[in-house]
């Protein structure tokens, strides 16, 4: 089937939304269809009363018998006479419909005897394309002697030019004339006067023409605009701006004539940066590393800059009057839609900017909400039957990985947590991810994470709950949740009925920890990857030993841990460590074994440079103190670590020791000294603060598995680190050039010198840190390093 796309060519030329619609519809419909398009465009302005008349009559004209179809979506392209029309309307003109001043009359009144006589003529014979020759000689006699005419006649716009528009647009979208017409969104098909009425319009979104759009880090709030005056409002955004509280800038993509009128608003507040016009490559980045888009229209058609920001994970602040991206802006769901009132405004951008989970969650919403928002969709429904794609055009599924945890995962706060949560956030570029996990507490939940990535959280029946607590009560162990899943979990049978659901489509399934591989190999028979975050045995050992009957419960963790290491395609480690001693202790293969490092998530973890540190110390009102941090989740080695700080907080009186994490939930009840804080589990923004004014991030860590997580956030945030050599494992780190690595023994002597450090030497250090860190363990990196062993593999799509 041959295709002409039609529509007008503005004069002078420019490119918008339109444009880009028109390519992108016609780019599909020849690379991915079967059928052939091509592009018809006319140039028409429409400065002036005969422009606009004289564009009508070239379109009306257009001889397409040659195409088997034809799609207009713009004035005046639908006055094309064809037998197979589609509409697919972005917009009338809208100075003469939808934004025609109110208090301007419909029609005009003259007593001119011409005009009332073309004004009758018109009534008469809306619709009919029959009458349209008459009517054009008609309105040219008219205009050959208008120097006899009023002069208000022929004003732009004004009541007779939208008469005629009116007219003329009745001829071209009758219904004897279209045999289908669709929108580009519900607020264009639900406008007055836009479709005949009656007939049927089908709401069809289109996709940005940007193919990279993606998350990448949250540094500034962003828009992008033609700078001409009229319905873009760039003013009342500059305005917020003026009450936004928040040290963040904004950034203002485009050109156009109220630049100048713009930058003058703006006056002196470095925060605001123009632009000016960018390519597709800029804009796709400067989405990807916006924290918020904000776009506030008035009325627009559909508002494409909103789909793109929500493809690019980003919340998208709006205002109630912007029409199109109200269709998506779903209050405190996918952002905001506010009165147009820039202190409103203001205050959720402020918002925003102090809760950044918030605005993460946001982001993730609504790139679920826009993801069918796609030039296939579209196609298949703008054409219907007519459609017909190629065989070598198929869409390829994306592979899909299935990971079962005995542990929810978002919102992230734990090591194991935000490996998770990270790793995967990564890897969903290449693969779909749905997490099948369980929670102790709390109700379920099934929703998008992260872009790609799902979590469907089960909790514990009260018969799981109840066996478990029966087995605490045996054993006197309390951390037993994951060693007794095996015995356990059909005890809840949704559990098992949504890691089957999910499992049916996946192409590999994933036992995160080894506790649900019975649990796995019950519901299906993928392929199976083991992802071993520790040695479960070890671990296990130093947590049990204390118990008379944890024996059982040890033996139950070798006998899982076992069969895992054996029936695992590929198993994941965390250091290289780990893979030698799963082989020493139960034989496994070491060519099943890849690293995965743990990582860090820079765009999270905020750097403080010594400087800033001693100002944000003096702010809190903290200067002349010294701290020293330990982060850590109740995890036997943590523990262990926490409890030498005990008795090094005894000796340090000069000192003040912080404690993070559930860790402290472990010394419940317990005397503290007066140097020793417990802050417990803390949010981003908390551990941020807390990262930030530190003096020293210790580790004195001397057992456990894998690698440590909050060695990771500790140079990432530029804190002077104190470690032990076994705290340090499998992090490649240098004595002195990264951190202080030092014998538990002598971490009394390394606080103290550290306290005494000149401050050239440090900075250097944590300078070395952060740039390591940033080329060895940002999850980014990681990520793409796995990926690139799985197509290696041949695992990867």
């Given at each position: 089937m041959k295709i002409a796309i039609l529509a007008p060519s503005a004069v002078p030329f420019r490119i918008g939304g339109a444009e880009n619609l028109w390519w992108g519809l016609l780019h599909h419909i020849n690379q991915h269809t079967a059928h052939q398009a091509d592009l018809i465009k006319l140039p028409s302005p429409e400065s002036n009363f005969d422009e606009l008349i004289d564009n009508y009559w070239h379109f009306s004209q257009l001889d397409l018998s040659h195409f088997d179809l034809v799609i207009s979506g713009k004035y005046p392209s639908w006055m094309v006479q064809h037998p197979n029309h589609i509409c697919y309307m972005l917009h009338k003109l809208r100075g003469l419909y939808d934004t025609y001043p109110a208090s301007w009359p419909e029609t005009y009144t003259t007593d001119n005897r011409e005009i009332s006589a073309l004004q009758k003529f018109m009534q008469k014979n809306k619709g009919s394309r029959d009458s349209l020759s008459e009517f054009y000689q008609k309105i040219n006699q008219l205009r050959s002697c208008r120097e006899y005419?009023?002069?208000?006649?022929?004003?732009?716009?004004?009541?007779?030019?939208?008469?005629?528009?009116?007219?003329?647009?009745?001829?071209?979208?009758?219904?004897?004339?279209?045999?289908?017409?669709?929108?580009?969104?519900?607020?264009?098909?639900?406008?007055?006067?836009?479709?005949?009425?009656?007939?049927?319009?089908?709401?069809?979104?289109?996709?940005?023409?940007?193919?990279?759009?993606?998350?990448?880090?949250?540094?500034?709030?962003?828009?992008?605009?033609?700078?001409?005056?009229?319905?873009?409002?760039?003013?009342?955004?500059?305005?917020?701006m003026k009450y936004v509280k928040t040290d963040i800038q904004f950034k203002i993509a485009g050109?156009?004539?109220?630049?100048?009128?713009?930058?003058?608003?703006?006056?002196?507040?470095?925060?605001?940066?123009?632009?000016?016009?960018?390519?597709?490559?800029?804009?796709?980045?400067?989405?990807?590393?916006?924290?918020?888009?904000?776009?506030?229209?008035?009325?627009?058609?559909?508002?494409?800059?909103?789909?793109?920001?929500?493809?690019?994970?980003?919340?998208?602040?709006?205002?109630?009057?912007?029409?199109?991206?109200?269709?998506?802006?779903?209050?405190?769901?996918?952002?905001?839609?506010?009165?147009?009132?820039?202190?409103?405004i203001a205050e959720r951008i402020d918002y925003l900017c102090k809760h950044p989970d918030a605005a993460q969650r946001m982001g993730t919403v609504g790139k679920k909400l826009v993801e069918d928002i796609t030039w296939e969709n579209a196609v298949a429904r703008l054409l219907g039957e007519n459609v017909r794609y190629t065989a070598n055009t198929a869409v390829q599924k994306r592979k899909k990985i299935t990971v079962a945890l005995t542990y929810p995962i978002f919102p992230p706060s734990g090591g194991g947590q935000s490996r998770v949560f990270h790793l995967y956030r990564h890897l969903a570029k290449k693969f779909d991810v749905e997490l099948v996990t369980f929670t102790d507490s709390g109700e379920a939940f099934q929703g998008e994470i992260a872009p790609g990535v799902w979590e469907t959280r089960i909790p514990q029946s009260p018969q799981h709950l109840e066996a478990e607590g029966s087995i605490r009560l045996r054993t006197g162990v309390l951390q037993i949740t994951d060693v007794v899943m095996p015995q356990l979990y059909r005890l809840t049978p949704a559990y098992v009925e949504a890691l089957r659901k999910a499992a049916s489509d996946s192409d590999l399934i994933v036992a995160c920890n080894s506790y649900l591989l019975p649990a796995i190999q019950e519901v299906c028979d993928r392929p199976i990857w083991y992802e071993a975050h520790d040695v479960q045995v070890d671990v296990k050992k130093n947590i049990f030993a204390a118990y008379e009957k944890g024996g059982e419960l040890l033996e139950a963790a070798r006998k899982v841990e076992s069969e895992c290491c054996q029936v695992s395609d590929l198993i994941v480690?965390?250091?290289?460590?780990?893979?030698?001693?799963?082989?020493?202790?139960?034989?496994?293969?070491?060519?099943?074994?890849?690293?995965?490092?743990?990582?860090?998530?820079?765009?999270?973890?905020?750097?403080?440079?010594?400087?800033?540190?001693?100002?944000?110390?003096?702010?809190?009102?903290?200067?002349?103190?010294?701290?020293?941090?330990?982060?850590?989740?109740?995890?036997?080695?943590?523990?262990?670590?926490?409890?030498?700080?005990?008795?090094?907080?005894?000796?340090?009186?000069?000192?003040?020791f912080l404690i993070v994490g559930n860790v402290c939930w472990a010394f419940s009840g317990e005397q503290l000294p007066l140097n020793v804080s417990f802050m417990g589990l803390v949010n981003d923004e908390i551990k941020n603060v807390v990262l930030g004014v530190a003096d020293a991030a210790l580790n004195p860590v001397v057992s456990g598995s894998g690698t440590n997580l909050k060695m990771l956030d500790y140079l990432a945030a530029g804190i002077p680190i104190i470690t032990t050599p076994f705290g340090a494992r499998g992090l490649g780190l240098e004595d002195g050039k990264h951190c202080i690595i030092a014998e538990i023994e002598h971490f009394y002597e390394a606080i103290s010198n550290l306290k005494e450090e000149d401050i050239s030497v440090t900075s250097s250090r944590i300078e070395n840190a952060r740039q390591y860190v940033e080329q060895k363990f940002d999850w980014a990196v990681i990520a793409n390093n796995f990926l690139e062993y799985l197509k290696h593999l041949r695992i990867e799509n």
């Amino acid at each position: 089937m041959k295709i002409a796309i039609l529509a007008p060519s503005a004069v002078p030329f420019r490119i918008g939304g339109a444009e880009n619609l028109w390519w992108g519809l016609l780019h599909h419909i020849n690379q991915h269809t079967a059928h052939q398009a091509d592009l018809i465009k006319l140039p028409s302005p429409e400065s002036n009363f005969d422009e606009l008349i004289d564009n009508y009559w070239h379109f009306s004209q257009l001889d397409l018998s040659h195409f088997d179809l034809v799609i207009s979506g713009k004035y005046p392209s639908w006055m094309v006479q064809h037998p197979n029309h589609i509409c697919y309307m972005l917009h009338k003109l809208r100075g003469l419909y939808d934004t025609y001043p109110a208090s301007w009359p419909e029609t005009y009144t003259t007593d001119n005897r011409e005009i009332s006589a073309l004004q009758k003529f018109m009534q008469k014979n809306k619709g009919s394309r029959d009458s349209l020759s008459e009517f054009y000689q008609k309105i040219n006699q008219l205009r050959s002697c208008r120097e006899y005419l009023p002069a208000d006649a022929f004003q732009f716009p004004g009541p007779l030019i939208r008469e005629i528009v009116h007219y003329l647009d009745s001829i071209g979208l009758a219904p004897s004339a279209v045999k289908k017409y669709a929108a580009i969104a519900h607020n264009v098909a639900n406008r007055k006067d836009y479709f005949p009425p009656g007939c049927r319009v089908e709401t069809i979104y289109p996709p940005p023409i940007l193919k990279n759009l993606r998350s990448g880090k949250t540094d500034y709030l962003f828009t992008a605009s033609r700078l001409e005056y009229g319905s873009k409002r760039i003013g009342v955004l500059i305005e917020a701006m003026k009450y936004v509280k928040t040290d963040i800038q904004f950034k203002i993509a485009g050109t156009g004539d109220e630049l100048n009128y713009l930058k003058e608003l703006a006056g002196d507040d470095q925060r605001i940066i123009f632009l000016g016009f960018v390519n597709d490559r800029e804009l796709e980045e400067l989405y990807a590393d916006a924290f918020a888009v904000l776009y506030i229209p008035y009325d627009e058609d559909y508002g494409l800059i909103t789909v793109e920001a929500m493809m690019s994970s980003k919340p998208v602040i709006t205002a109630a009057d912007s029409g199109g991206p109200n269709e998506f802006v779903r209050n405190e769901e996918t952002g905001y839609s506010v009165p147009l009132d820039p202190k409103i405004i203001a205050e959720r951008i402020d918002y925003l900017c102090k809760h950044p989970d918030a605005a993460q969650r946001m982001g993730t919403v609504g790139k679920k909400l826009v993801e069918d928002i796609t030039w296939e969709n579209a196609v298949a429904r703008l054409l219907g039957e007519n459609v017909r794609y190629t065989a070598n055009t198929a869409v390829q599924k994306r592979k899909k990985i299935t990971v079962a945890l005995t542990y929810p995962i978002f919102p992230p706060s734990g090591g194991g947590q935000s490996r998770v949560f990270h790793l995967y956030r990564h890897l969903a570029k290449k693969f779909d991810v749905e997490l099948v996990t369980f929670t102790d507490s709390g109700e379920a939940f099934q929703g998008e994470i992260a872009p790609g990535v799902w979590e469907t959280r089960i909790p514990q029946s009260p018969q799981h709950l109840e066996a478990e607590g029966s087995i605490r009560l045996r054993t006197g162990v309390l951390q037993i949740t994951d060693v007794v899943m095996p015995q356990l979990y059909r005890l809840t049978p949704a559990y098992v009925e949504a890691l089957r659901k999910a499992a049916s489509d996946s192409d590999l399934i994933v036992a995160c920890n080894s506790y649900l591989l019975p649990a796995i190999q019950e519901v299906c028979d993928r392929p199976i990857w083991y992802e071993a975050h520790d040695v479960q045995v070890d671990v296990k050992k130093n947590i049990f030993a204390a118990y008379e009957k944890g024996g059982e419960l040890l033996e139950a963790a070798r006998k899982v841990e076992s069969e895992c290491c054996q029936v695992s395609d590929l198993i994941v480690v965390c250091c290289y460590n780990d893979a030698v001693r799963l082989k020493e202790i139960y034989g496994t293969d070491l060519n099943k074994f890849v690293e995965v490092p743990n990582g860090v998530d820079l765009d999270a973890v905020s750097y403080v440079s010594p400087a800033k540190r001693i100002f944000q110390k003096k702010q809190l009102g903290l200067q002349g103190s010294f701290t020293a941090l330990f982060i850590g989740s109740w995890h036997a080695p943590n523990v262990e670590a926490v409890r030498y700080i005990l008795n090094a907080a005894a000796r340090m009186p000069e000192v003040n020791f912080l404690i993070v994490g559930n860790v402290c939930w472990a010394f419940s009840g317990e005397q503290l000294p007066l140097n020793v804080s417990f802050m417990g589990l803390v949010n981003d923004e908390i551990k941020n603060v807390v990262l930030g004014v530190a003096d020293a991030a210790l580790n004195p860590v001397v057992s456990g598995s894998g690698t440590n997580l909050k060695m990771l956030d500790y140079l990432a945030a530029g804190i002077p680190i104190i470690t032990t050599p076994f705290g340090a494992r499998g992090l490649g780190l240098e004595d002195g050039k990264h951190c202080i690595i030092a014998e538990i023994e002598h971490f009394y002597e390394a606080i103290s010198n550290l306290k005494e450090e000149d401050i050239s030497v440090t900075s250097s250090r944590i300078e070395n840190a952060r740039q390591y860190v940033e080329q060895k363990f940002d999850w980014a990196v990681i990520a793409n390093n796995f990926l690139e062993y799985l197509k290696h593999l041949r695992i990867e799509n």
